[in-house]
């Protein structure tokens, strides 16, 4: 098989039946939450188990046995005793509840419901008479809290909420949603309602209370989080002395923001925050401003593995176009968070080029912080190492560990859409879904071969109307698409392939993606990348590692005429391997995702390219 070359142009170039919020700006899609998604699919069913049977234990013992999370809020309840670890552990544990309520859905389990029940106990005990709740500031000096808006105190109340939210809906238990909407209702108490500036640090209460809205319809969240977002780039936060308000996202008003700048989590968190509030309240200027952060985010800031941030020292984006490998920062939870921006943003448009993004931050960028077990996670995910990357079980700051927790059991999120007349099928993951399409309920199930083959099949398992609009990835150069075995007439609107009819139970729409082994140029802007190319097969970027190739690895070098075999093979969960060989050179690549699974060694995505 000969590569395919192609230049990126860039950098390498819910509501459920509860809802009772309004959507006054027209969405173009609304998400089939996870909970009426079941996945059976080969790839990711496993990392749901995982999730199950390893992260989350992990997280459970790190929080209770190996650190002094569980601690700090059994002295906060006591109002006595010190604070161990860091200022905003508190988040760490939150996440780790809204990972086992979501994993709850998937995986029923009594006995750790009871024991995140008790955890539940414990944060109630700890929050204070007047809503309030942390156990940094309890333990270390309630008279110094809200004085530093960097030391993240909405942004763990934001995690509370998203916590107490889900464990909710996986429960129909409100104890904690009850502390989590005392500890709003305090806030809003202290800051909106009594006219008193509030810049949060790090952004993450704004996109919680859209959920707290949508879930209960109450307007006064909605309302909290535009006031939030609106304090911002004003000249109202303390926040200049360490990084500079650029790391903030404070310099300007958001809906002026136009270029990206600052630490990449808190970006992606701030622009999930604008895209839901924008998504009710109108006329925010909020997706002018999303529209062009995103074309400048993608088209000069981001890795081919979908990962941003590359700079160690911010956690932040540096010059457009440097995107070094060996330092590459790329957090974890940036890739995520990209996962989370990208979504809300095809909500909003129905335009695949979103997804396209996120798939690549999903199955690259996102993938490789979780080791295969699901027991160990990169906090950095660098392009290219000497060996010295090794997934850890626990890092001293724990946001990607605990985020990974809660985020391959929502997965199900990203698969399946709906509009008034239409299903949207956005990934191709083997599932069941119950869809909710205008007023008709359609359940479909979906059987996939990706991301080793391109091949998926939908089946309806009862009648509906209306339009089925399948994504076709910009991967695939081409694609086939039947209805019941007979080729079907469709339109492409935003690169999503449009059937209408009348379906029938039992009706199966198959599209074939085939996945040509690709070698991706860099834009050349981008010094770090001459005269290479990383390899790329469906959505899944390649690399090499030194284990694979180990007395040619410092000589690997491909070219037009590398031919490509691609092999299947158990190791590593099941993975295709692509073997590239010319004349006596041969390259052994692995899914990037997968690597540091063995003895650390080297490793590069980017390969030299013989012209
Ligand atoms: O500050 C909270 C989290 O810790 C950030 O999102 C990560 O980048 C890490 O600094
Ligand atoms: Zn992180």
Known sequence: MKPFIISVAAAILCCTASCTAETT??????????ENVKIQDAFWSPYLENNALHTIPVCIDQI??????????????????????????????????????????????????????????????????DGYINTFYTLTGLENRWTDMDKHEMYCAGHLLEGAIAYYKATGKDKLLQVAIRMVDYMMETFMLADRHWVPGHEEIELALCKLYALNGEKKYLEFAHWLLEQRGRGYSNLAQSYGLKHYQDVVPVKDLREIHGHAVRAMYLFCGMADVASYIPDTGYMEALDSLWLNVTGGHMYVTGGIGVAYRTEGFSEPYDLPNYEAYCETCASIGMVLWNHRMNEWKGDAQYVNVLERSLYNGVLAGISLQGDRFFYVNPLASHGNHHRQAW??????????????????NYIYGTSRDALWVNLYIGSEATCKVGRKEVKVKMETEMPWQGTSRLTFENKMKGQLRLRIPDWAENFTLSVNDEPVAYQTERGYAVVERRWKEGDVVE??????????????????????????????????EQVDNTDTFQEIAISEKTEWQTVPVEELGGITRLVGSEKEQTVNLIPYYAWDNREACEMRVWLPWRE
Not at 72 to 89: C, P, T
Not at 91 to 117: C, R, T
Not at 519 to 538: H, S, Y
């Open 511 to 544: 599209i074939n993606t085939p996945m040509k082994v690709k070698a991706v140029a860099a834009d050349p802007r981008v010094k770090a990348d001459e005269g290479q190319r990383a390899i790329q097969r469906g959505p899944l970027v390649y690399c090499a």
């Open 25 to 34: 700006q027209q969405k173009a899609i609304t998400q089939v939450g996870f």
């Open 395 to 412: 890092y001293g700051c724990a946001c990607c560990p605990s985020n990974v927790c809660r985020f391959i059991p929502s997965v199900g």
């Open 64 to 129: 209770e046995n190996q650190t002094g999370r569980i601690r700090n809020f059994e002295n906060a309840a006591k109002r006595k005793g010190q604070h161990s670890g860091i200022f905003f552990d508190d988040s760490d544990v939150y996440k780790a509840v809204e990972g086992v309520a979501y994993s709850l859905i998937n995986h029923p389990d009594a006995e750790l419901e009871k024991h995140m029940d008790e955890w539940i106990d414990k944060f109630a005990a700890a929050q204070l008479e």
